[in-house]
């Protein structure tokens, strides 16, 4: 699905959110959600065939946070941000290079059961990924930033009316364009999976 499809998505489920619960929208008992986790940033986009060689790039655990919104009982505005994450890159198997980027993303979540004490969810949205403090020896690496898809599945256990834990599963369409010493040498395709557990506090 590419952002031209995704954008159309999004924005019809917000006007049908309001006809998907019974619950009056915009008026939840506790809205807010904040959110702490830890995740292993998973890489599987695969070898990036560029003209330096085979690219891949290294997992890598992060710190995570969330702010959610429940605007109605079943749908929920998902907010994803984390610290600076530092991946090594390899070409041809080998670590040569490293980048630190940021990955934020806006999804819109869907929880089939409402409010419930074992609350599954899925959500769709969009990343914006910055990369910054590429280092390769000897040489200048420039990864762009980049717009992307953002795919989400996963379940709350509310364990009292304010706290919650969970776990949950992300993707995201990261593939920026490299280039080294100003020359293009191709797409690397990062595009991880980002699992984990989370801790949240809700009011």
């Known amino acids: 699905m590419t952002l031209k499809t995704l954008i159309p998505v999004l924005a019809s489920s917000l006007m049908l959110a309001p006809l998907a619960s019974h619950a009056a929208c915009f008026d939840q008992a506790r809205p807010w959600s904040l959110r702490l986790g830890g995740h292993d940033v998973d890489s599987v986009g695969g070898t990036s065939d560029t003209a330096a060689g085979d690219i ?6 992060a710190v995570t946070f969330n702010v959610d919104y429940r605007i109605c009982e079943r749908f929920t505005v998902d907010l994803l941000a984390a610290l600076p994450v530092t991946q090594g890159i390899a070409i041809n198997g080998s ?8 990955p934020p993303a806006l999804s819109l979540q869907y929880h089939p059961l409402g409010d419930a004490v074992i609350d599954p969810f899925v959500g769709l949205g969009i990343n914006r990924t910055l990369f910054f403090r ?3 020896p000897g040489a200048r690496l420039q990864l762009s ?12 256990w509310h364990i009292s009316a304010d706290w919650a834990v969970g776990a949950d599963l992300r993707y995201l369409q990261i593939e920026p ?19 984990g557990v989370t801790a949240t506090y809700r009011f």
Request: hydrophobic share 40%.
């Open 145 to 156: 930033n980049t717009w992307g898809v953002a795919a989400q599945a996963g379940v709350d």
């Open 56 to 61: 891949t790039i290294r997992s890598k655990a």
């Open 177 to 195: 364009d490299a280039s080294v010493d100003g020359s293009p040498i191709g797409k690397v395709k990062i595009n991880p999976l980002l699992y």
């Open 134 to 136: 590429e280092a390769l």
């Open 95 to 102: 670590r040569v290079a490293s980048t630190q980027h940021l």
